[in-house]
């Protein structure tokens, strides 16, 4: 089975941008999580989607958003970035229904100037 | 904030000898899980032990875990330079309506040749 795939891996913004992330999934798994890691704060959960459907969000602002595609690639978007948005972005993906293990990719890593 | 913590937030080793790290948790948990993360890279699943157990083995790791003190210990025995990363715990609340997993902060092991 081919990995959890997320593009980009670089990126570099500017402060008042939007940016648009994106994971493709383990096929035939049905859950997305996004994570935020910073050097600071460690990896913070952003949200988890499910068969489209936003099952969770963790403490972050709206600028932090994200949906999920019938085939269950995800997409988060942040807008209006700021400099504290330089991070490590990860998205993972669990089969669903009684798994417990996250698949992570390999991030992508925002730097915003 | 539900995240846990590790200890130490590095450790550095000569190879051959064995490595323990710690994880603090603040809820109640379903299970409670070690990744392994390579420099910038994404987390990969090591061992998972669920709340019922009290210690688990995957070839050269040993989790322990004490539900009543809200913690869990990773040995690595017979340390090699290929086990330089950060190890983090992760735990899944009992309260978890989806996928939503708590990451602690960290644990940087240098394995020096």
């Known amino acids: 089975k081919a990995g959890v795939t997320q593009t980009p891996r670089y990126l570099i913004k500017t402060r008042g941008q939007q940016v648009t992330l994106s994971c493709s999934p383990i096929s035939g798994h049905r859950s997305v999580s996004w994570y935020q890691q910073t050097p600071g704060q460690g990896l913070q959960f952003l949200f988890e989607?499910?068969?489209?459907?936003?099952?969770n969000k963790g403490n972050f602002p709206g600028r932090f958003s994200g949906r999920q595609f019938s085939n269950s690639r995800s997409e988060m978007n942040v807008s209006t970035l700021e400099l504290g948005d330089s991070a490590l972005y990860l998205c993972?993906?669990?089969?669903?229904?009684?798994?417990?293990?996250?698949?992570f990719g390999a991030g992508s890593r925002l730097t915003v100037l | 904030s539900q995240q846990g913590e590790e200890d130490p937030q590095a450790l550095s080793i000569q190879e051959g000898e064995n490595a323990t790290m710690n994880c603090s948790y603040k809820?109640?948990?379903?299970?409670l899980q070690w990744y392994r993360q390579n420099s910038g890279r994404g987390l990969v699943h090591l061992i998972l032990?669920?709340?019922?157990?009290r210690e688990k083995h995957s070839g050269r790791l040993r989790v322990t875990l004490d539900t009543s003190k809200k913690s869990s210990s990773l040995l690595i025995t017979a340390s090699r330079a290929a086990d330089t990363a950060s190890y983090f715990c992760a735990t899944a609340p009992l309260t978890n309506t989806g996928n939503q997993f708590y990451f602690g902060t960290g644990t940087s092991l240098t394995v020096i040749p």
């Open positions: 809820t109640s948990i379903n299970n």
């Open positions: 989607y499910f068969s489209e459907t936003q099952r």
């Open positions: 032990i669920r709340s019922n157990e």
């Open positions: 993972a993906s669990i089969a669903g229904s009684g798994a417990n293990v996250l698949t």
